[in-house]
């Protein structure tokens, strides 16, 4: 055996290695970015919710406002006739 079919060999075996780890790391990052899409998924739809709430609180909060108006107003008027 010369120089040359032992450099073939080295370099066989070491491309082999390269091409395993090389699987590996492609399948773990597939599995990452899987993952983190259903994580973005999750966040917009929680996003999406807290529009929602922030959309009827904003819608009922004139309503709120008026009905402590009026208790307000009901409790003066009770407490001057009481008088």
Known sequence: MDAFQILVIVLSV???????ISII???L?????????????KGGEIVERAEEIGQTLAK??????LIRLL????ATASKTRRK
């Open 25 to 27: 790391t492609a399948i």
């Open 14 to 20: 070491l491309l082999g290695i390269f091409l395993v």
């Open 60 to 65: 009922n909060a004139g309503a709120v406002g």
């Open 71 to 74: 208790m307000k107003y009901i």
């Open 29 to 41: 990052v597939y599995k990452l970015v899987k993952s983190l899409r259903e994580v973005a998924a």
